[in-house]
Protein backbone atom coordinates (compact mmCIF):
# COMPACT_ATOMS: atom_id res chain seq x y z
CA UNK A 1 0.00 0.00 0.00
CA UNK A 2 1.05 3.71 -0.68
CA UNK A 3 0.23 6.71 1.67
CA UNK A 4 -0.45 10.25 0.04
CA UNK A 5 0.22 13.49 1.53
CA UNK A 6 -0.53 16.72 -0.16
CA UNK A 7 0.34 20.07 1.00
CA UNK A 8 1.07 23.87 -0.10
CA UNK A 9 -2.83 24.59 -0.94
CA UNK A 10 -4.08 28.12 0.28
CA UNK A 11 -5.57 31.48 -0.94
CA UNK A 12 -4.14 33.22 -3.84
CA UNK A 13 -5.04 36.33 -5.96
CA UNK A 14 -6.02 35.79 -9.33
CA UNK A 15 -2.77 35.96 -11.24
CA UNK A 16 -0.34 34.19 -8.45
CA UNK A 17 1.20 31.19 -8.51
CA UNK A 18 1.10 28.23 -5.73
CA UNK A 19 3.64 25.17 -5.62
CA UNK A 20 1.73 21.83 -4.08
CA UNK A 21 3.27 18.75 -2.68
CA UNK A 22 3.10 15.37 -2.79
CA UNK A 23 4.90 13.07 -0.16
CA UNK A 24 4.35 9.06 -0.40
CA UNK A 25 5.35 6.20 1.84
CA UNK A 26 4.72 2.79 2.16
CA UNK A 27 5.23 0.48 -0.73
CA UNK A 28 7.07 2.95 -3.01
CA UNK A 29 8.07 -0.31 -5.31
CA UNK A 30 4.55 -0.23 -6.50
CA UNK A 31 4.10 3.55 -8.02
CA UNK A 32 3.97 3.53 -11.58
CA UNK A 33 2.82 6.53 -12.24
CA UNK A 34 2.06 9.79 -10.40
CA UNK A 35 -0.42 12.21 -11.21
CA UNK A 36 -2.95 15.61 -9.71
CA UNK A 37 -6.43 15.52 -9.80
CA UNK A 38 -8.90 18.24 -8.89
CA UNK A 39 -12.59 18.53 -8.00
CA UNK A 40 -14.37 21.21 -7.75
CA UNK A 41 -17.86 21.94 -5.90
CA UNK A 42 -20.59 20.32 -7.85
CA UNK A 43 -18.25 18.89 -10.64
CA UNK A 44 -16.64 15.67 -10.74
CA UNK A 45 -12.79 15.23 -9.93
CA UNK A 46 -10.53 15.53 -13.22
CA UNK A 47 -7.31 15.48 -14.39
CA UNK A 48 -4.79 17.62 -14.10
CA UNK A 49 -1.32 16.10 -14.92
CA UNK A 50 0.48 13.28 -14.69
CA UNK A 51 3.76 11.87 -14.72
CA UNK A 52 5.87 9.05 -15.52
CA UNK A 53 9.54 7.94 -15.72
CA UNK A 54 9.77 9.35 -19.23
CA UNK A 55 6.92 11.65 -20.08
CA UNK A 56 4.18 14.35 -18.58
CA UNK A 57 1.06 15.37 -19.65
CA UNK A 58 -1.46 17.49 -18.76
CA UNK A 59 -4.84 18.80 -19.12
CA UNK A 60 -5.79 21.39 -21.88
CA UNK A 61 -6.48 23.63 -19.60
CA UNK A 62 -3.77 23.96 -17.72
CA UNK A 63 -1.32 23.32 -20.53
CA UNK A 64 1.56 26.23 -20.33
CA UNK A 65 0.33 27.10 -16.80
CA UNK A 66 1.43 24.33 -14.59
CA UNK A 67 4.27 22.08 -14.66
CA UNK A 68 4.14 18.49 -12.70
CA UNK A 69 7.56 17.43 -11.83
CA UNK A 70 9.06 14.43 -9.16
CA UNK A 71 11.84 13.89 -7.27
CA UNK A 72 12.18 10.28 -6.68
CA UNK A 73 14.92 10.67 -3.90
CA UNK A 74 12.20 11.85 -1.69
CA UNK A 75 9.34 9.93 -2.65
CA UNK A 76 7.90 13.34 -3.77
CA UNK A 77 5.55 14.77 -6.51
CA UNK A 78 5.33 18.33 -7.17
CA UNK A 79 2.54 20.72 -9.31
CA UNK A 80 3.76 24.42 -9.77
CA UNK A 81 0.75 26.11 -10.70
CA UNK A 82 1.12 29.68 -12.75
CA UNK A 83 -1.20 32.43 -13.81
CA UNK A 84 -3.51 30.77 -11.35
CA UNK A 85 -7.43 32.08 -12.31
CA UNK A 86 -11.01 31.42 -10.19
CA UNK A 87 -11.47 28.72 -12.54
CA UNK A 88 -8.19 26.55 -10.64
CA UNK A 89 -10.59 26.60 -7.67
CA UNK A 90 -10.67 23.47 -6.43
CA UNK A 91 -9.72 20.98 -4.15
CA UNK A 92 -6.49 19.35 -5.08
CA UNK A 93 -5.89 15.28 -4.96
CA UNK A 94 -2.67 13.32 -5.44
CA UNK A 95 -2.87 10.26 -7.06
CA UNK A 96 -0.22 7.35 -7.30
CA UNK A 97 -0.95 4.27 -10.10
CA UNK A 98 0.22 1.35 -9.05
CA UNK A 99 2.67 -0.70 -11.25
CA UNK A 100 1.28 -4.30 -11.35
CA UNK A 101 -2.06 -4.10 -10.42
CA UNK A 102 -5.22 -1.76 -11.54
CA UNK A 103 -5.58 0.67 -8.97
CA UNK A 104 -3.58 3.01 -6.70
CA UNK A 105 -4.04 5.22 -4.10
CA UNK A 106 -5.33 9.02 -3.38
CA UNK A 107 -3.92 11.67 -1.17
CA UNK A 108 -6.61 13.47 1.27
CA UNK A 109 -6.69 16.76 -1.00
CA UNK A 110 -5.69 20.26 -0.05
CA UNK A 111 -7.38 23.27 -0.87
CA UNK A 112 -6.48 26.10 -3.67
CA UNK A 113 -8.55 28.78 -3.68
CA UNK A 114 -8.09 31.70 -6.12
CA UNK A 115 -9.93 34.77 -5.42
CA UNK A 116 -9.74 38.49 -5.18
Known amino acids: QVQLVESGGGLVQPGGSLRLSCAAS????????MGWYRQAPGKQRELVAT??????NYADSVKGRFTISRDTAKNAVYLQMNSLSPEDTAVYYC???????????WGQGTQVTVSS
Open 95 to 105: RAEYRWTRGGS
Open 26 to 33: GRINVINA
Open 51 to 56: ITSGST
